[in-house]
T-cell receptor, first 112, second 115 residues
Framework: RKEVEQDPGPFNVPEGATVAFNCTYS??????FFWYRQDCRKEPKLLMS???SGNEDGRFTAQLNRASQYISLLIRDSKLSDSATYLC?????????????FGTGTRLKVLA | ETGVTQTPRHLVMGMTNKKSLKCEQH?????MYWYKQSAKKPLELMFV???????ENNSVPSRFSPECPNSSHLFLHLHTLQPEDSALYLC??????????????FGEGSRLTVL
């Protein structure tokens, strides 16, 4: 089982749609969770951290379910500029060392 | 000016060449990382440095040799690479090592092609 698993997509959605991505992680000792965004041929950039109580930043909402070991990202009112790959990142402990573990990413295409 | 700068942005090399990738961070961070990103694969952690000391070598072949002269600079020396080493090499930094919640800041990457 992969440490961090995401549906690679692509998710093709029309402008204005709501889209949700899920991510599962295998290590129950994982400490913190993030969503990063990566545009084509660019570096990943932090989109938002994911807090236990869930958190919202404008059109973006992140949720964490520790019992089921998954996190989610909801994007409302999709814009063309939201087209990118969304990377799920988990900060987990491995052999006594904390590491950032990345998923393969979910590709989103917002269509006009 | 970006916080993390990588050079060169693109590199083409033969299997017998020796080249180096350079990374510099202007953020005052203590931890620096090398990641490899290949098509359809997740980012793979290669090396971690904390206060210029190597804390992680993720079973990386010896043809990749990192160097961290100080907390702001990180190099990846390349020697006798294979075509399958062609990938995007990303440098990142964070205020502290993973374990303390914090953001990873990435450079724009060095796209390497091995012929």
């Amino acid at each position: 089982r992969k440490e961090v698993e995401q549906d690679p997509g692509p998710f093709n959605v029309p402008e204005g749609a709501t889209v949700a991505f899920n991510c599962t992680y295998s290590n129950s000792a994982s400490q913190s969770f993030f969503w990063y965004r990566q545009d084509c041929r660019k570096e990943p950039k932090l989109l938002m951290s994911v807090y236990s109580s869930g958190n919202e930043d404008g059109r973006f909402t992140a949720q964490l379910n520790r019992a089921s070991q998954y996190i989610s990202l909801l994007i409302r009112d999709s814009k063309l500029s939201d087209s990118a790959t969304y990377l799920c990142v988990v900060n987990t402990i491995d052999s006594g060392t904390y590491k950032y573990i990345f998923g393969t990413g979910t590709r989103l295409k917002v269509l006009a | 000016e970006t916080g993390v700068t990588q050079t060169p942005r693109h590199l083409v090399m033969g299997m017998t060449n020796k080249k180096s990738l350079k990374c510099e961070q202007h953020l005052g961070h203590n931890a620096m990382y090398w990641y490899k990103q290949s098509a359809k694969k997740p980012l793979e952690l290669m090396f971690v440095y904390n206060f210029k000391e190597q804390t992680e070598n993720n079973s990386v072949p010896s043809r990749f040799s990192p160097e961290c002269p100080n907390s702001s600079h990180l190099f990846l020396h390349l020697h006798t690479l294979q075509p399958e080493d062609s990938a995007l090499y990303l440098c990142a930094s964070s205020r502290n090592l993973a374990g303390v919640s914090g953001e990873l800041f990435f450079g724009e990457g060095s796209r390497l092609t091995v012929l």
